[in-house]
């Protein structure tokens, strides 16, 4: 067991990485590849990438990683994806991509959402897939491509992941994982499978998408030429989703703890064995695999808003510091800091970004404190929900490196949310969840904790300053019921 090696591939929104963990799920050191880009966007909204352009570049990273092992290249027992959630792409009949691969963040199709949200009656929805009637998910995203590209739509033979559509490449074959299918907003939880209803309404046959399976090692007849020889007889698990893996890789895998991760995104999360569990409307729910269910809910924004703000205004090199001795809430902005469009909890993308009560007063650090505090105001109100759905929640393992980096941000969450924070260090969550779930399939695992990742320092929330949140989020609230008026109003 000692000996054991697997290889994770996770494919993200903005770069993929290929890393080797050893048996106790610990990174390998001073190996791995990793490929930073950024999306193409368009004015009105579109988030894509070439999908045969990320498909060489992970090509390659595998490629890479087995020539940096070296002769331990052959101690690799498993292969294991992660990739992101709510993105698809089109093959043809003959498995090439005819599509560009549409990422979570195309908005493009908010038109065909509200359409669906006539079509459809959005809470029985919600309660057959866990998903909403949203640009994020999959059925407006098909819906808009079909009006919008027909000629390319007929010629679409699958819909797939983007880890399906690698493996297609690889192996010859491929499947989607309940994890994966889970988050596509086309999937019956009930039935196991794809839910007919929400096809109908798109119109897309069950055909086109691929078989859901459990997590379980893909059979394929013989590896491709674009697989490095050591990993012939390696066992290929199906992709899984990302967010499933962090919380795995984190740690935060029973009721009682919740994930919470700023990336450019962030997100709250909760693992749970309950198969009858129901997620308040607002909140999804979505899969690791058969067994572990995950319920939360996301904001588009996180650790972008931080980057959009540190590359618009001119912050002095001590930023952090200065905004530490201000007190929450005393600059009197109130901020929605919705960059990306709004998500949980009320699913609504139609909501602007929002900035009200600057004067002459205001500095950058000002702006920069109030934005930050916004984003873990919103996330309070995910978080009242989670606790709603899941009351057992009562502590809370940070991610992502906008909270590892800055501790002042890590504590205006814990304060507004009012309970413990404490810092996961593992560096790579997700993929370190995706390679325990191929040890724990491989049997190497009795269970998802047989070896706890490495944690850090806790915050714990400041019931005053908690107190002042509570203040700011009943304004942010009245905020958005302007905005969201304002935009319905025409």
């Known amino acids: 067991m000692e000996k054991q090696l697997v290889l994770s591939v996770?494919?993200?929104t903005s770069s993929l990485?290929?890393?080797a963990f050893d048996a106790q799920g610990k990174l390998v050191p001073q190996v791995g590849m990793q490929v930073a880009y950024e999306p193409q966007t368009t004015p009105d909204g579109g988030a894509f990438l070439d999908a045969d352009w990320l498909l060489?570049?992970?090509?390659?990273a595998i490629n890479g990683i087995v020539e940096q092992l070296g002769d331990k290249a052959h101690s690799i027992v498993a292969v294991a994806t992660c990739t992101v959630w709510h993105s698809v792409l089109g093959v043809d009949k003959e498995g090439n991509a005819i599509t560009p691969f549409l990422l979570w963040a195309d908005s493009r199709c908010a038109r065909e959402a509200e359409e669906l949200k006539r079509t459809l009656n959005e809470r029985n929805y919600h309660a057959r897939t866990g998903c909403f009637l949203h640009p994020n998910f999959l059925p407006a995203k098909l819906l808009w491509f079909r009006r919008n590209f027909p000629e390319i739509a007929t010629k679409v033979r699958y819909w797939l992941s983007f880890g399906e559509y690698l493996h297609l490449k690889l192996l010859g074959t491929t499947a989607c994982s309940i994890s994966m299918a889970s988050g596509t907003g086309l999937f019956n939880h009930a039935a196991n499978d794809w839910d007919d209803e929400t096809l109908d309404a798109v119109g897309i046959a069950r055909e086109q998408l691929s078989p859901i399976v459990d997590f379980?090692?893909?059979?394929f007849p013989r590896p491709s030429p674009l697989i490095p020889r050591p990993l012939f007889n390696s066992a290929w698990f199906p992709a899984l989703g990302d967010g499933a893996c962090s919380n795995i890789g984190c740690g935060a895998i029973e009721p009682e703890?919740?994930?919470?991760?700023?990336?450019?995104?962030s997100v709250m999360r909760v693992m749970t064995t309950d198969e009858d569990v129901k997620p308040p409307f607002g909140l999804w729910h979505y899969r690791a695999d058969g067994q572990h269910h995950l319920i939360g809910g996301a904001q588009s924004n996180g650790g972008v808003v931080f980057q959009w703000l540190t590359e618009t205004l001119k912050l002095p090199n001590d930023w952090e510091a200065q905004i530490a001795e201000m007190q929450p809430d005393e600059h009197g902005l109130t901020v929605l800091p919705f960059l990306l469009g709004e998500r949980a909890p009320e699913w609504d993308a139609s909501v602007p970004s929002a900035v009200i009560g600057i004067r002459l007063h205001h500095t950058s650090l000002h702006l920069l404190r109030a934005f930050m505090e916004a984003v873990a105001l919103r996330m309070?109100?995910?978080h009242r929900l989670v606790k709603q759905a899941i009351p057992a929640v009562n502590r809370i393992i940070a991610t992502g490196g906008a909270l590892v980096r800055s501790r002042v941000w890590t504590q205006m969450f814990a304060d507004a949310l009012g309970q413990p924070i404490t810092l996961c260090l593992e560096p790579e969550a997700s993929a370190?969840?995706?390679a325990i779930m191929a040890l724990r399939a491989l049997g190497s695992w009795r269970t998802l904790a047989d070896y706890p990742p490495q944690f850090g320092a806790t915050f714990e929330?400041?019931?005053k300053q908690h107190k002042r949140f509570s203040v700011a989020l009943e304004r942010q609230q009245r905020l958005y019921k302007l905005a969201k008026g304002w935009v319905q109003s025409g």
């Open 257 to 265: 703890t919740a994930a919470l991760m700023v990336g450019t995104s």
């Open 380 to 382: 309070a109100l995910i």
């Open 10 to 12: 996770d494919i993200g």
């Open 56 to 60: 060489t570049q992970t090509v390659q």
């Open 432 to 434: 370190r969840g995706a």
């Open 461 to 463: 929330p400041d019931e």
């Open 216 to 219: 379980e090692p893909l059979t």
């Open 17 to 19: 990485r290929v890393l």
